[in-house]
């Protein structure tokens, strides 16, 4: 058991420093749900991708350096310290690219990773429907077979990003004659400005559009775009969603970093004794998702694969994140409710995490059934 | 970097628990908390036998050599059986006595399980001075053998008697920070394994428990409250185990903070999921309940500890000792 890396990873590490000390901008980006901030998120890929840093862990042939998890890890610790922008194309990497490499054709690969890994092509997920929030397997929206390959109809929402990203991945019902819900779901991909297919942008609680529904009216998608076998896109999903709660959705590097900027604002404030047991518990919370993503990540790669374990993980890290910017408010005082300072963006983007992802009512009943080992019960 | 228990560690901490569950601790902590200590000693040779002290004592007074990692996975083991006795204080004193000139005297009888120490703060409560071969006392000005003790105080864990130790004594040698440490590590790990044991227990017991026809496991206020509990102990966890990696103050601090907030937090949920039964002496889930509170303030209070993450420790050096205060 060790906490050691080797002179690679630390020589990886440094240079990514050096790196990111040279071009991480000087003044933040303007908001990435904005049109101009999406565009301004989308060159800086562009540049990260241009250093080979957008996607350190992929092979070499996708735009990666075959960095291995640790070092993904290591270059997002970096990467946050350095105060660099969000990942505009944080749901492609995140969900779709895990997709691929565990059920995609290597054609695939091929052709959706590279424009991905440089923001090329930017990535908006499609699981909600109106009807179908954590009970996602009850979904509606349609793939019928069609020559060549199908037709998507129906209706998804809370589409993060789709307001302004070019592609979408989501799960639609190809066989409606099934007897469970979790049967005869297809995982597709499709583009956001294909014929037939109308995004309404919504806004969030600040007003931007952070997100959307999608209204689809028998928009073709060629077999080419299909992950595995048709009807068993659930079980292709559930694999991602793993990945998402678990070890790559939120990088330790960012709660570090943002545990950091806490600590240096109680400092800047004049350490009120009322916010110092919040404060610790941010620098402790950090250091406690950072060592057991540790752990998670060492057991992955000895071949076992993250399951219900990461359930913990997505409740852990979404009511930290949110704590610590609720202390963040209270430590601005005055300027608490302002809607310019540098945490009132962060704190409305933190009241979604206890929601998205699998909300952590969901997350909670995965702990007792499958970690706890508790009888089944109603939700 | 491999964040994981190695195999033999793994293999350390199933034999120490199998070693427990045969020896059947509820019995031998009753004895204990009357001051009956028969059992308990006995208890404690096999520990001993099993290598649990030598893992603080160097190589030539018949240790292990210090190995805080195999520490932590031992403590978490003796929590989880809710072992009495002065365990942290005996490694504590063993690391502090190891820089000094009298190790020869102590360290190989409590490596061998012979003889056991109390470690306290001057001024401060010791547990289980009145059982405790050796009673040490620290000051600013080092460490000392305290000629003896006072009467013995209850503590709310029953099983944890506390007294106060005679001031003065030789002086064995300076305090050292690296020891206290490794008591709070050792207390972390402890309550740790007090967490793991309470969630253990009221998982079972809600699992068989039926309310209105069904086992009440199965309703959600329950299981959410179990899942809290799993995930705030799941999360203590890798900080005890980094915290033995790095010993570095403010992970330790860290560690100890976490996993005894981790470790009450669970007792709460235990008490109130098992009702009223869970409110009476004669019911085993009292032996680990009272001691996740006491375990609490041991060897620092969570601001205490709290402080040291923040970089900005309270005036006046040394962390309190088993209890604050007299």
New interface residues.
């Given amino acids: 058991?060790?906490?050691?890396?080797t002179r690679d990873?630390q020589a990886l590490r440094a240079e990514a420093r050096a790196w990111l000390a040279a071009h991480v901008p000087a003044t933040p980006l303007p908001s990435l749900e904005t049109g101009e901030g999406f565009a301004a998120h989308r060159a800086w890929e562009a540049e990260l991708a241009a250093g080979r840093w957008s996607v350190v862990d992929w092979p070499e042939r996708y735009g990666g350096r075959d960095a291995g998890l640790?070092g993904r890890l290591l270059v997002e610790e970096e990467y946050y310290a350095a105060g660099a922008p969000g990942r505009v194309g944080q749901n492609g990497v995140s969900l779709l690219a895990p997709t691929l490499f565990a059920h995609g054709t290597e054609e695939q690969r091929a052709r959706v990773l590279p424009p991905m890994a440089t923001g090329e092509v930017v990535w908006a997920q499609a699981w909600s429907e109106p009807e179908a929030g954590s009970d996602l397997a009850s979904l509606r929206s349609r793939a019928v077979r069609a020559d060549g390959g199908w037709l998507l109809s129906g209706q998804k929402t809370w589409s993060s990003r789709a307001a302004f990203a070019d592609r979408a991945f989501g799960l639609f019902r190809s066989d409606p004659d099934t007897p469970r819900p979790h049967q005869g779901l297809t995982y597709v991909m499709f583009g956001l400005r294909a014929p037939g297919v109308t995004v309404r942008p919504i806004g969030r609680l600040d007003g931007r559009p952070a997100f959307a529904e999608l209204f689809l009216d028998e928009v073709f998608v060629p077999d080419e775009d299909v992950i595995g076998e048709p009807g068993q896109g659930w079980r292709i999903a559930m694999a991602t969603a793993a990945d998402e709660r678990g070890l790559t959705l939120r990088s330790p590097g960012r709660f570090l970093a943002s545990a950091e900027r806490l600590?240096a604002l109680w400092q800047d404030r004049g350490?009120p004794d009322w916010a110092?047991?919040k404060?610790?518990?941010a620098?402790?919370?950090a250091?406690?998702?950072q060592?057991?993503t540790?752990?998670a990540?060492?057991?992955y790669l000895?071949g076992v694969p993250l399951g219900p374990?990461s359930s913990?993980n997505k409740?852990?890290w979404s009511e930290y994140d949110l704590a610590l910017h609720e202390t963040a408010l209270d430590l601005l005082d005055g300027e608490a409710e302002m809607a310019d300072t540098d945490w009132a963006e962060r704190y409305v983007f933190a009241l979604a995490g206890p929601i998205y992802a699998g909300t952590n009512?969901i997350?909670?009943?995965i702990?007792?059934?499958r970690?706890?080992?508790?009888?089944?019960?109603?939700? | 970097?491999?964040?994981?228990?190695?195999p033999e560690?793994r293999d350390f901490a199933r034999s120490l628990d199998a070693l427990l569950t045969a020896a059947g601790t509820p019995a031998v902590i009753r004895d204990w908390s009357r001051g009956e200590h028969g059992r308990g000693r006995a208890l404690w040779s096999r520990l001993a036998e099993a290598g649990v002290f030598a893992l603080a004592i160097p190589e030539e007074y018949e240790g292990l050599g210090l190995r805080p990692?195999e520490l932590a996975v031992a403590f978490v083991e003796l929590g989880r059986h809710a072992v009495p006795g002065p365990l942290v204080e005996t490694v504590a004193a063993a690391s502090l006595l190891a820089g000094t000139g009298h190790a020869k005297r102590f360290l190989p009888g409590l490596a061998a399980g012979e003889s056991t120490a109390t470690l306290a703060r001057e001024g401060s409560l010791a547990l289980d001075g009145d059982a405790a071969t050796h009673r040490f006392s620290l000051s600013p000005d080092g460490l000392r053998l305290a000629p003896g003790h006072g009467p013995v105080r209850g503590s709310l864990d029953p099983a944890r008697r506390l007294t106060p130790l005679l001031p003065g004594g030789e002086l064995l040698g300076p305090a050292a920070p690296h020891a206290l440490a490794l008591a709070r590590l050792t207390t972390a790990a402890q309550a740790l394994g007090v967490g793991l044991a309470l969630?253990d227990r009221t998982?079972t017991y809600?699992?068989r428990r039926t309310q209105f026809g069904?086992?009440v496991?199965?309703?959600?206020a329950?299981?959410?409250r179990?899942?809290?509990a799993?995930?705030a102990l799941?999360?203590?966890r890798?900080?005890v185990?980094?915290a033995a990696?790095?010993m570095a103050p403010a992970?330790v601090a860290?560690a100890k903070?976490?996993a005894c907030e981790a470790a009450y937090t669970t007792a709460r949920t235990a008490l109130h999921l098992h009702g009223a039964i869970g409110y009476t002496d004669e019911y085993d889930l009292s032996l680990w309940l009272t001691k996740a509170r006491a375990l609490r303030t041991a060897w620092g209070t969570?601001?205490e500890c709290?402080?040291d993450?923040?970089g900005?420790a309270r005036p006046g050096g040394l962390p309190s000792g088993p209890t604050q205060g007299t």
Avoid: C, N, W
Avoid at chain 1, 1 to 5: A, E, I, P, R
Avoid at chain 1, 371 to 379: F, N
Avoid at chain 2, 217 to 220: A, D, I, L, R, V
């Fill in positions: 058991m060790d906490l050691g890396f990873e640790i600590r350490r110092r047991e404060v610790a518990d620098l402790i919370g250091r406690a998702y060592l057991f540790f752990a990540a060492s057991r000895t374990e913990l409740v852990f009512e997350q909670r009943d702990v007792a059934e970690l706890l080992g508790l009888p089944k019960g109603r939700r | 970097m491999r964040f994981l228990l190695d560690q990692v969630l998982v809600v699992g069904v086992p496991g199965s309703f959600q329950v299981r959410h179990l899942a809290d799993k995930i799941e999360f203590a890798p900080l185990l980094g990696l790095t992970d860290a903070v976490t969570p601001g709290r402080d993450v923040l900005a």
